[in-house]
């Protein structure tokens, strides 16, 4: 049973929008941080969006503040991640990543593409 599996992504023109889609498994997912990362072709992976586990707060990467919008339904076991005005330098593999409160459990999910291109 895989923990963590992405989707949504996909070609967009810049301007456009997504929502990526995290859906957890085999763990209790209202114990765990959930966060968004991201890496583009020759460059490191960066933290994009992080909601806590505890109140929900969240934190963006300063690119992204006021584009991206990240949430989570605990009672779907999903965190989302929505993209507007999205710009070429969007463009990467996007990697969900659930870190435990209480323990050392650390899941990724496989990743998903996300190209925005005219």
């Known amino acids: 049973q895989v923990p963590l599996v992405e989707s949504g992504g996909g070609l967009v023109q810049p301007g456009g929008s997504l929502r990526l889609s995290c859906a957890a498994s085999g763990f209790s997912f209202s114990l765990y941080d959930m966060t968004w990362y991201r890496q583009a072709p020759g460059k490191e992976r960066e933290l994009v969006a992080r909601?806590?586990?505890?109140?929900?707060?969240?934190n963006y990467e300063d690119s992204v503040k006021g584009r991206f919008t990240i949430s989570r339904d605990i009672a779907k076991n999903t965190v989302y991640l929505e993209m507007n005005s999205l710009k070429p330098e969007d463009t990467a593999v996007y990697y969900c990543?659930?870190?435990?409160?209480?323990?050392?459990?650390?899941?990724w999910g496989q990743g998903t593409q996300v190209t925005v291109s005219s």
């Open positions: 990543n659930a870190k435990s409160r209480i323990g050392p459990q650390n899941y």
């Open positions: 909601i806590d586990s505890i109140v929900g707060t969240t």
